[in-house]
């Protein structure tokens, strides 16, 4: 049996249910390819009253799964980063990263980026543990909890819509917030440039 296979993992979270989940989405949050939509969604199906007992789980050891990569990326990851290329340039790099990280995150928990990818490379870059947690809070939970909303109000009908469409739709939403990010950073900086005139 092929232990990454999907179907595996959702006849898994039939049997044992939220704790499933809650491992699902830790470890997918670190370094797991099967991302935890798959069995919120299977639960959500199976239990349309606790879609939203799920989507919290599922926010919440996504989120803690987060601080794990951290934790890898800084306690692994960083000391190679400094190897490689020198403390100079990771704390350059560090300083950039840590300006944006937010948005970052937000983006990576919600759309179809590798959230994984950015947990690790928060911790390697030494960013904000605490930024990192409230916005994979509010970028995870945006996207499981809409999930858990349209399976609760449209049941099995509308889970092809969630695979073909969801993607798209976040990724759009993605877009849409980092056109809205650039945009008051502009205004902010002809405001402060303004204020200097003055």
């Known amino acids: 049996m092929d232990l990454l296979s999907i179907q595996f993992w959702q006849e898994l979270a039939l049997k044992y249910g939220t704790p499933a989940l809650a491992l699902n989405a830790f470890i997918e ?14 639960l959500c199906l199976a239990k349309p009253e606790n879609a939203f007992l799920y989507a919290f789980v599922t926010t919440l050891f996504s989120s803690l799964g987060g601080i794990a990569g951290y934790y890898l990326g800084l306690w692994g990851g960083k000391p190679l980063a400094i190897r490689f290329f020198g403390e100079k340039k990771v704390k350059t790099v560090h300083n ?22 950015f947990t690790v490379t928060s911790g390697v ?21 809409l999930e858990a909303f349209l399976i ?23 877009i849409a917030i980092l056109i809205f990010f650039i945009a008051y950073q502009k205004s902010k900086g002809k405001g402060n440039e303004q204020e200097e005139v003055l």
């Open 125 to 145: 870059l030494y960013a904000s543990l605490k930024k990192l947690f409230t916005f994979s809070l509010i970028g995870r939970g945006s996207r499981f909890f």
């Open 96 to 117: 950039l990263y840590d300006q944006y990280e937010s948005l970052v995150i937000l983006l990576a928990g919600f759309t179809p980026l590798p959230y994984k990818v």
């Open 29 to 42: 949050a670190i370094f797991f390819p099967i991302p935890p939509d798959v069995l919120l969604i299977t």
């Open 152 to 174: 609760r109000e449209f049941g099995e009908s509308i889970v092809t819509f969630i695979y073909k469409n969801l993607n798209i739709i976040s990724t759009l939403a993605g």
